[in-house]
Structure formats: C-alpha cells, structure tokens
C-alpha cells in the first residue's frame, strides 16, 4: 500500500489547478494525482494528463472529448466528458482528498459527492459554502470528512488554530490588498475599464476572482466562507485593509491575544499546507524578509464606495438562501462585466436588485439552493437586458 496521498484536482488548469500541481511536482515521493479535470482547456489539461498520468481526466466541455480522449489513448488514461462525470469519478476509493478550484458555483455538486463519500475536501471554491454553508458543513460532519482552507485567508486563520482548537475565538481579522481601487472614488470607479480591474497589485489569479477581488466581494464572499469554517457568528468577522498582503489574516482570542500568519503572496503555500496537513513539508518558495517590508499598513474597507463587501455581510445577516443569491448574482453581473455590458459600479446595483426581487427561503434545502441559482442568474440576466 502507498503512503502518497491519491489527489483529485477538480480545474486543474486553473491558476489553483496549476499551482497545486507545482506542489505536487515538488512532493513526488508524497502526493500521486488521481484524477484531473478541467471546463474548456483541453490543451493543458492533455499536458498535465501526460506528465502526472493521473487514473482519469473528465473535459466539462463535451465537444472537446474526442481530442482529448485520442490524444491520451496511448497512454492508458481513462477520460470522460460533462458536468456530471465530474461528479462521478469524485467517488472512486483510490481518491483521498479533492481539491476543489472550480470557478463559482459549479463546485457546488462535485463537493457535496466528495463528502458523501468520505473525502477529505482541499477548498479552493469559496462559492460552495458561500451558497451552502450550513448544508455542506453539517455533511461533513455527518460523515467525518476534513475540509482544509485552500484560500490564504481561511488558511492562515486555520494555521493560527493549530494547537488553538479547545480556545474559543473572539474575533476573526481578515484582511484584504483593497485590490487595484483601493482609495479612489465612486467618481472614478464609473469609468473603470475590465483592463484596470484584471490588474491586481499582489496576487495572479483567474479573471473572476480578480474582478471579485477589485470590487471587495471577493472579501465578502470570503467572510460567508469563514462564518461557516470556523463556526463563528457575524459580529465575529471583522475584514482590514492590509495593501502590502504580508498578513494573511488575524485570530483574536478571548484573553486579547492576536496570532497572525505571515507570507509572501504565494498561493502554493496554503496549496501545500492544505495537502500536508498535520505536517508541513519542505518547500523551495521564495522567504519574506522584513526588511524588504519595513512598513505594514491597516485601514477600514470603503464598505461605502465598494458595496458589494457590504451587500455581502447584509446576505450573511439575513441567512437562508440570501448569501446564494448575492453569489448567482455576483457570477452574472461580473461575466457581463468582463463582456463590457455592464459598468463596474453597476455590479453592485445589480447584485442589490436580484436580492431584493429574488425569493428569500430561511430553511433551503439542497432543491431550493438549485433552483435559487437558476431563477437569480435568470433575474440578473433580465435586468442586465433591461438596461442595455
């Protein structure tokens, strides 16, 4: 029997996708790839499979599944096509844990058969517990399931509670760049292109978490997230603004003490603890030098000017099915966004609008979560055609 651990990435060729695989590349003797998926990138999805020759691979575009399949039949690789395989090969016995880095709310389902079959869950997606926190939590448990934080912030928080775990928190700070924004004006933001706002000043990411990250939801979504990590209240959750992104995030316990988790913005950092955890392997990554940052700034988020943090702790308060509209309605607005059908302040107005026309539900069922996401993407998407 092989002491690896088996990994199924689901977005392989995804910013997270790729830099897990970095990790992995480094670990051979410690980690062995299972499974590999991507949506359209069938290109690098086909390099990966022949480079760590995974068990299967499933392309979400079912139109790319000949190439890929003819291009990975000499090797003896297993390959399937659609959104439900993607699901299905999630519950083979030969996987250990599942790192999901799916944009958006497409992680929802693969996750949840992940946990009903016991695997441990490496989350990158911060949309599925944004959308079903307390439905996904309460499966975990159910059936003692793990989920590691892959999310710099939600890691550095777990890292913090290392030790910590009997300790109640007081307060969780998480902190955020500001994003290529941060200080300007409403004034200004009218008139910001999508090639502004695809300029993040410290991280590389994919388009829609950057475009999240200009706007603050991408803050917000993470505060949901944390709620339901760490099982904490609203009032628990404080968000700062940290521009240098040394800090990763801040637990306030009950005595006053504050523990923090320090870094250079590097995301294959919280990948590796993820997979490693309870150990922390060796690793190659640049060091953080604190003379190269002598000066570490903090201020209060412009919740005023970037409403979408504050639109985002609104869905929090009022529960229920609330924060998987704010989420449906943030996927639509920023697509349209990124298509220069909308400006960058009407994302919010967008996002306000669907929360208020939408159905609110205070008990969903997974049901009620589907078809939440259906109707608000189809509300947003009216209202967006309203307007041009």
Known sequence: MSDKKHVAILGSTGSIGTQTLDVIKSHPDKFEVEVLTAQNNADLLIQQALEFKPNCVVIANESLYEKVKSALLPADIKVYAGETAIGQVVEMDSIDIVLTALVGYAGLLPTIKAIETGKHI????????????????????????????????????????????????????????????????????????????????????????????????????????????????????????????????????????????????????PIQFALSYPERFKSGFPRFDFMNYPNLTFEQPDMETFRNLKLAFQALQQGGNAPCILNAANEIAVAAFLRDEVGFLEMSDLIEETLQKSTFISHPTLNDYIDTDKMSRIITTQLIKSKV
């Not at 439905?135 to 550095?156: Q, R």
């Not at 505060?223 to 700062?240: G, S």
Request: proline share 4%.
């Open 122 to 269: 490496a989350l990158a997606n911060k949309e599925t517990l944004v959308v079903a926190g307390e439905l996904i939590t309460t499966l975990a448990k159910e059936k003692g399931v793990n989920i590691y934080p892959v999310d710099s912030e939600h890691s550095a928080i777990f890292q913090c509670l290392v030790g910590e775990f009997h300790n109640p928190i007081e307060k969780l700070i998480l902190t955020a760049s500001g994003g290529p924004f941060r200080g300007k004006t409403r004034e200004f933001l009218q008139h910001v292109t999508k090639e502004q706002a695809l300029k993040h000043p410290n991280w590389d990411m994919g388009a829609k978490i950057t475009i999240d990250s200009a706007s603050l939801m991408n803050k917000g979504l993470e505060v949901i997230e944390a709620k339901w990590l760490f099982a904490v209240k609203q009032d628990q959750i404080e968000v700062v603004v940290h521009p240098q992104s040394i800090i990763h995030s801040l637990i306030q316990f009950e005595d006053g003490s504050i523990k923090a988790q320090l870094g250079l913005p590097d995301m294959r950092i």
